[in-house]
């Protein structure tokens, strides 16, 4: 929220700088983000009046003015702006000011007419982007005096980052009351004048949806001159925090909104058909919004209508069939308090965000409204005149939030703070942050004001104590506790391990959100449940992922969008499934690779990378644990079918998948690169398999090569289980080390050269052993895979 410390401190003026308010703002809790002047940099520049005026004799578009500055003579003043005229009373920059920019003025000729000085916009002040022509003062602007001090330029900005906790700061009302407690000062809230009641017309107003909507105010008023001008010490306050000015009713509405806290909104009374209704939408009812879009509602927007139609999106927007325009004579004035469970979220949905829906979603003060619409009717009726009707009121009293006591202890205060406060000091925080107070012999029972949603328990209430005594008036102790150590595991390998041995092989860690694109998703798995948000932060995060690679792929797309050809990414993180309905988390590590094989080098020849890269990665992480697995055929909907695997423990249990991203989805997607995937599963991966020492045998061992033929659809992995699942204990390891298919090897078959290393720990093998063993591998072989030796 953006603030001008000069209206900050009408409400309260400590004797403290900008730098002193800044940093007492932030350690309250308020942090500043930026402090900025109101104005650019200029000198010089004082208001004028037009006295007189004529046609320069040699430009259509020029006029010679003769404008009076204060001083014993007018000055003659060349100016070509559309809008200026005799009596205007205008800035005038005089002969050695300087504008924004470093722009010096001097005395000129336009034309052969001399010009003592310029008459300035707007925008010549740096006060705005775009201006038409010059900036119009009110006739009442003293003549000669300085602009800045005029306008109070000499002001500064003040953004405050707010936490969503704090929705009683969100009005200059709000941090002026902060800024009070901190200098211990006194401070009142506005007190709005009661107005004078000249209208005896009213509008009837219904709630039906009295849980949303525990309170709503409207008041009429008749005869109203939308085409006055807004004051311009209010176009000034509403510029300097970051609001245009629209007319006198939309900027007495916003004014009161950054004011008080309190949103309210005008509508046409003669627009409007019947009474004013406050109900839950019909589905696929239609709102056309100021904005200009138009919406189609369901049954859980929260309306504002008459007897006809919608009329607005309560708490979020009004609707353009009843809104105030030029032709405006009467107004009907609405402010209501809404919960904040009914209006979290719905201007999101609609892909909206407007100040209201930021203060509803978070929580309005519920006692605000009488003073708020009070206010609002009261600077109506000064700015565009009228006549005020009654206020018609509906408060359904049972479902506005109620602030019950809460007792905090002596004792507790002092174990938490590190310090023993006098109860004087505790009860004055208490009092000036506007809680009710009740002394008790060992404590307080304290009522929190009506803004103030966040204060629900006693660790609340001893925060808001050390917030305003000043944290860093507190004890700085170092913590003493007591902790039994935790038995480290062998048989769990740590996740970091895995992930320092992929950055080793020329990873780097991503993290991504846990949300992701509902159209990436169903690419990537489009047979998995969705878990949609309730409260999405945009429509591009609207559900929870169920494989990693959604984040990774949009990762790696965006690299190599910006010729970054060679990407290794790997994360570890939660996918989010529901089974049998209920949703369940799993931690996986999930890993992508693309581009060429090895970084661009003269030792190596370049290469694409290709499945066996990162298969060779998956095996080096199941290389940490000592466990083995298995790569089977199979199919997956994000991996080409003839490039893909299922990774299984030798029991069966799938622990992740590991291929190349399916053609489809890659020119989906838009890479112009083949790229290679695995996901695993992080309690199986980590599931580590403790070593166990064994002696060196002192006998020989022994190396029989052989020649397989068989079916082209055999793989590696089956030919080693069957030599292994054969139980020869004397065997200890099977390499493949050539595949043949050419002449002498028939067509649909293949040759697999492999090595058998036998070893026996109590005595050397003899030549009849060994061709014992051979001869019952070679069986089973051929039993199981139909394999038999190449001639």
């Known amino acids: 929220?953006?603030?001008?410390?000069?209206?900050?401190?009408?409400?309260?003026?400590?004797?403290?700088?900008?730098?002193?308010?800044?940093?007492?703002?932030?350690?309250?809790?308020?942090?500043?983000?930026?402090?900025?002047?109101?104005?650019?940099?200029?000198?010089?520049?004082?208001?004028?009046?037009?006295?007189?005026?004529?046609?320069?004799?040699?430009?259509?578009?020029?006029?010679?003015?003769?404008?009076?500055?204060?001083?014993?003579?007018?000055?003659?003043?060349?100016?070509?702006?559309?809008?200026?005229?005799?009596?205007?009373?205008?800035?005038?920059?005089?002969?050695?000011?300087?504008?924004?920019?470093?722009?010096?003025?001097?005395?000129?000729?336009?034309?052969?007419?001399?010009?003592?000085?310029?008459?300035?916009?707007?925008?010549?002040?740096?006060?705005?982007?775009?201006?038409?022509?010059?900036?119009?003062?009110?006739?009442?602007?003293?003549?000669?005096?300085?602009?800045?001090?005029?306008?109070?330029?000499?002001?500064?900005?003040?953004?405050?980052?707010?936490?969503?906790?704090?929705?009683?700061?969100?009005?200059?009302?709000?941090?002026?009351?902060?800024?009070?407690?901190?200098?211990?000062?006194?401070?009142?809230?506005?007190?709005?004048?009661?107005?004078?009641?000249?209208?005896?017309?009213?509008?009837?107003?219904?709630?039906?949806?009295?849980?949303?909507?525990?309170?709503?105010?409207?008041?009429?008023?008749?005869?109203?001159?939308?085409?006055?001008?807004?004051?311009?010490?209010?176009?000034?306050?509403?510029?300097?925090?970051?609001?245009?000015?629209?007319?006198?009713?939309?900027?007495?509405?916003?004014y009161v909104l950054l004011e008080l806290g309190q949103p309210l909104h005008a509508f046409d009374a003669d627009k409007l058909t019947g009474g004013i209704t406050v109900r839950w939408a019909k589905t696929d009812e239609e709102l056309a919004l100021l904005n200009g879009q138009t919406i189609k509602l369901d049954s859980e927007a929260l309306v504002i209508a008459d007897d006809q139609q919608a009329l607005a999106l309560a708490g979020v927007m009004g609707g353009s069939s009843s809104a105030v325009s030029d032709a405006t004579q009467n107004v009907f004035l609405e402010c209501a308090f809404f919960t904040p469970q009914s209006i979290a979220g719905k201007a999101r949905r609609f892909g909206l965000h407007t100040d209201s829906s930021h203060r509803f979603e978070r929580?309005?003060?519920?006692?605000?409204?009488?003073?708020?619409?009070?206010?609002?009717?009261?600077?109506?009726?000064?700015?565009?005149?009228?006549?005020?009707?009654?206020?018609?009121?509906?408060?359904?009293?049972?479902?506005?939030?109620?602030?019950?006591?809460?007792?905090?202890?002596?004792?507790?205060?002092?174990?938490?703070?590190?310090?023993?406060?006098?109860?004087?000091?505790?009860?004055?925080?208490?009092?000036?942050?506007?809680?009710?107070?009740?002394?008790?012999?060992?404590?307080?029972?304290?009522?929190?004001?009506?803004?103030?949603?966040?204060?629900?328990?006693?660790?609340?209430?001893?925060?808001?104590?050390?917030?305003?005594?000043?944290?860093?008036?507190?004890?700085?102790?170092?913590?003493?506790?007591?902790?039994?150590?935790?038995?480290?595991?062998?048989?769990?390998?740590?996740?970091?391990?895995?992930?320092?041995?992929?950055?080793?092989?020329?990873?780097q860690e991503a993290i991504t959100y846990s949300f992701v694109d509902e159209d990436i998703q169903k690419a990537v798995d489009p047979e998995a449940e969705v878990i949609r948000l309730k409260n999405p932060i945009s429509s591009e995060l609207a559900i929870m992922r169920t494989t990693l690679w959604c984040g990774l792929l949009k990762a790696a797309l965006y690299n190599t969008n910006r010729q970054q050809n060679r990407v290794r990414l790997f994360e570890t993180g939660l996918r989010f499934i529901k089974i049998d309905g209920i949703t369940h988390q799993q931690s996986r590590l999930a890993g992508l690779a693309l581009g060429t094989a090895f970084s661009e080098q003269w030792g190596e020849k370049a290469r694409k990378v290709d499945f066996f890269d990162i298969k060779a990665d998956v095996e080096a992480l199941f290389a940490l644990t000592g466990r083995e697995v298995r790569f089977t055929v199979a199919k997956n909907a994000a991996l080409h079918p003839g490039q893909s695997a299922e990774i299984l423990s030798l029991t069966g249990e799938s622990i992740g998948w590991l291929g190349m991203l399916h053609p489809t989805l890659e020119k989906q997607l838009g890479f112009d690169s083949q790229v290679f995937l695995f996901d695993l599963d992080q309690a199986l991966l980590l599931d580590k398999q403790v070593p166990r020492f064994k002696p060196l045998s002192k006998f020989p061992s022994v190396r029989r090569d052989l020649a397989l033929i068989v079916k082209e659809d055999v793989s590696a992995d089956d030919i080693t289980r069957c030599i292994k699942d054969s139980q020869e204990l004397t065997l200890q390891d099977v390499v493949i080390f050539d595949i043949y298919r050419g002449k002498g090897v028939e067509d649909g078959c293949k040759s697999v050269a492999l090595s058998l290393h036998l070893q026996n720990e109590l005595q050397t093998l003899t030549d009849s052993e060994i061709d014992a063993i051979l001869t019952r591998i070679l069986a089973r072989l051929t039993n199981d895979i139909n394999a038999k030796l190449r001639d």
């Open 1 to 254: 929220m953006q603030i001008s410390e000069a209206w900050l401190r009408e409400y309260v003026n400590p004797a403290i700088s900008t730098d002193e308010l800044v940093a007492q703002l932030t350690m309250a809790g308020l942090e500043v983000d930026s402090v900025i002047p109101a104005a650019a940099v200029f000198s010089g520049v004082v208001i004028g009046e037009v006295l007189a005026m004529e046609q320069h004799p040699d430009a259509d578009r020029l006029r010679v003015c003769q404008v009076a500055v204060g001083e014993a003579e007018p000055l003659q003043i060349v100016c070509g702006a559309a809008n200026v005229r005799v009596g205007l009373k205008i800035p005038a920059a005089l002969c050695g000011a300087v504008l924004p920019g470093d722009f010096k003025i001097k005395k000129s000729k336009l034309r052969g007419v001399e010009s003592f000085g310029m008459l300035c916009s707007e925008k010549e002040l740096g006060l705005v982007a775009e201006a038409h022509g010059l900036m119009e003062l009110p006739s009442d602007a003293p003549v000669g005096i300085d602009i800045r001090d005029y306008l109070s330029l000499n002001d500064r900005l003040i953004e405050v980052d707010l936490t969503p906790n704090r929705a009683d700061c969100l009005s200059v009302e709000g941090i002026a009351r902060e800024v009070a407690v901190l200098n211990r000062l006194d401070w009142s809230a506005l007190a709005a004048e009661p107005t004078e009641i000249n209208e005896t017309k009213t509008l009837a107003v219904t709630v039906e949806a009295t849980d949303a909507c525990p309170r709503y105010l409207g008041r009429l008023i008749t005869g109203v001159n939308v085409k006055a001008e807004t004051p311009l010490w209010m176009q000034e306050r509403l510029r300097r925090s970051g609001v245009r000015s629209l007319g006198p009713v939309v900027d007495v509405t916003n």
């Open 363 to 507: 929580g309005v003060d519920a006692t605000l409204q009488d003073r708020a619409i009070a206010r609002a009717t009261q600077l109506i009726i000064d700015i565009a005149g009228g006549k005020a009707g009654n206020i018609t009121e509906v408060t359904t009293a049972a479902t506005l939030p109620q602030r019950l006591p809460i007792f905090i202890r002596k004792q507790r205060v002092a174990k938490i703070l590190g310090v023993a406060l006098d109860d004087a000091i505790i009860t004055d925080i208490f009092q000036r942050l506007g809680m009710t107070v009740v002394a008790q012999a060992d404590g307080w029972q304290v009522t929190p004001p009506g803004c103030r949603f966040d204060i629900a328990i006693e660790a609340d209430l001893i925060e808001e104590i050390a917030r305003i005594y000043g944290y860093n008036q507190l004890p700085s102790n170092s913590l003493l506790m007591r902790a039994d150590l935790g038995k480290a595991t062998e048989s769990v390998l740590d996740i970091s391990r895995a992930a320092d041995l992929l950055v080793d092989r020329g990873y």
